[in-house]
């Protein structure tokens, strides 16, 4: 992969963690969750083998899911409270679905089939990468919101 177009999606990656842990509106941690979910495609395909082509279409598609529930579940907050303010999620409804969205993002017990194959697809330091720092955004949300989700979800 060239040098420069691998400086820019580490940027990327960077700016949408950035993005996504100091926003307190839901549109732009949504947009940096959409800015690391459109940085590290690439960098899972760069081998063109077809295992990683596959990996980072089910990298893609998960994650693309995961996103909508999470604009999904802003709106329907903000339908119900008039509040686009991350602290404010009270609406029932909207917890339940943050939580699965979360879940999903996270590769967590319920929403996990999808990670060990994309990590099988994918090199050892894109894998490492997938596991711990694209953890960073998704687990900043949870711990925003965790005063209203559901503890026994």
């Known amino acids: 992969m060239n040098p420069q177009a691998k400086l820019i999606f580490t940027i990327s990656l960077a700016l949408g963690?950035?993005?996504?842990i100091s926003s307190n509106h839901w549109i732009m941690a949504w947009t940096g969750?959409?800015?690391n979910t459109l940085a590290i495609l690439p960098l899972i395909?760069?081998?063109?083998?077809?295992?990683?082509i596959e990996a980072a279409t089910k990298y893609f598609l998960v994650q693309a899911a995961a996103s909508a529930l999470v604009l999904f579940s802003s709106m329907t907050n903000a339908w119900h409270t008039g509040q686009w303010d991350i602290t404010q999620l009270t609406h029932p409804t909207s917890s339940v679905i943050l939580t699965s969205a979360i879940a999903m993002k996270l590769g967590l017990?319920?929403?996990?089939?999808?990670?060990?194959?994309?990590?099988q697809g994918s090199s050892l330091l894109t894998g490492l990468l997938l596991s711990t720092a694209m953890?960073?955004?998704?687990?900043?949300?949870l711990f925003l919101t965790s005063h209203s989700l559901d503890p026994t979800l």
Do not use: Q, Y
Not at 17 to 20: G, V
Not at 135 to 141: D, E, G, H, R, V
């Open 17 to 20: 963690t950035t993005l996504t």
């Open 33 to 35: 969750l959409e800015i």
């Open 45 to 52: 395909a760069k081998s063109h083998h077809p295992r990683a």
């Open 109 to 119: 017990v319920p929403f996990h089939f999808w990670f060990p194959e994309v990590l």
């Open 135 to 141: 953890k960073f955004p998704p687990l900043t949300l």
